[in-house]
């Protein structure tokens, strides 16, 4: 018994090294109140989709700069950064940004809190909200279904922008990798040997319109991630859930900027990678290793965009997956 709970203790401290001090790497400093400032109606929705590790500032700003209706505009906004443990240090960031009228940090712990009406209304009031790193598990089981979801929701509707990064980011693609089945973040080669172990998935938490039929994953080119990306492609159209399915894969130090109309665009340092499977797997079943002929795959570096309303038709390449294996470097 006590060396049970003393291998789960040290596992979630690992965890939390790893998805908290590591994706997040915002100044240090003091933070700026919560005030209750109108705002006039916002130009989104918006998205900026990060990969972890060191943030990109200008996706922030440019997120902020959407909603407000322009680099030039005199409108400010009211920023909320969400999370489920950690620090408000992001809040110094984000005030000396142009546009900013506010910025809070919420540490929502727990279901109880994230029904809480006061929580409610200070996100109904945003025009900006931000997913910092972290566990998407934690964010899946203490938010879903609560009054937090439903005032997210509302902020996206009214035309404001839901941004965040690792964890933040993969939690708004239709189809969320939870990492719930087990401590440890699956890897790509436990992924490609077997494609149902320790891999689950949750549904019907945010369905932004130009996210649908998507699996967003994060830390990608460092960790080398494109095997699990592809089985989590795989899982869907296997499992019956969608008839195809777009991986959207950003490295660290980068963004994705979403904008109003679907165009998405690169920003940062790394690339971004759409995987797009659009035909049922030859192999995808539990014990078995995964094959899968012709995966499509774009990649895209800094200032280049992709059309997630209307997806090109070029400019991608072909890889495949034999028996757990890749073809050639996918990459």
Not at 55 to 65: A, E, S, Y
């Amino acid at each position: 018994m006590g060396t049970s709970l003393l291998s789960h203790l040290k596992a979630n401290f690992k965890r939390y090294l790893e998805k908290i001090d590591r994706d997040v790497t915002p100044s240090a400093g003091k933070s700026y109140p919560y005030n209750k400032c109108a705002q006039s109606q916002l130009a989104g929705p918006v998205h900026n989709l990060g990969g972890g590790g060191v943030d990109v500032d200008d996706g922030i700003q440019w997120m902020i700069n959407q909603v407000r209706g322009g680099d030039n505009s005199d409108q400010k906004v009211n920023v909320l950064v969400v999370r489920a443990s950690g620090n408000d240090n992001y809040n110094e960031l984000i005030y000396r940004m142009r546009g900013v009228n506010y910025v809070k940090t919420l540490i929502v712990k727990n279901r109880q809190e994230a029904n809480r009406n006061d929580i409610f209304d200070q996100v109904r009031n945003a025009g900006v909200i931000f997913f910092a790193g972290g566990d998407q598990c934690e964010y899946i089981r203490h938010w879903k279904n609560t009054k937090l979801e439903a005032a997210i929701k509302s902020v996206y509707d009214k035309g404001g922008a839901v941004g965040g990064t690792s964890a933040g980011a993969m939690i708004q693609s239709e189809f969320v990798y939870d990492s719930c089945a087990c401590e440890e973040s699956i890897e790509t080669w436990e992924a490609l040997s077997d494609p149902y172990r320790n891999i689950t998935f949750t549904y019907n938490f945010f369905q932004w319109k130009y996210l649908k039929r998507t699996v967003i994953d994060t830390h990608f080119d460092e960790r080398k991630r494109m095997g699990r990306i592809m089985v989590f492609i795989a899982r869907q159209i296997q499992d019956g859930i969608s008839t195809d399915a777009l991986g959207i894969a950003i490295s660290e130090q980068t963004s994705l900027l979403v904008d109003k109309n679907g165009m998405a665009k690169v920003v940062g340092k790394g690339a971004v990678y759409f995987v797009l499977g659009d035909h049922p797997p030859q192999v995808c079943q539990p014990g078995q290793p995964l094959t899968y002929h012709e995966y499509k795959i774009w990649r895209l570096i800094r200032g280049e965009t992709f059309n997630l309303k209307h997806p090109p038709s070029t400019g991608y390449y072909f890889r495949s997956v034999k028996r757990g294996k890749f073809d050639r470097d996918p990459y």
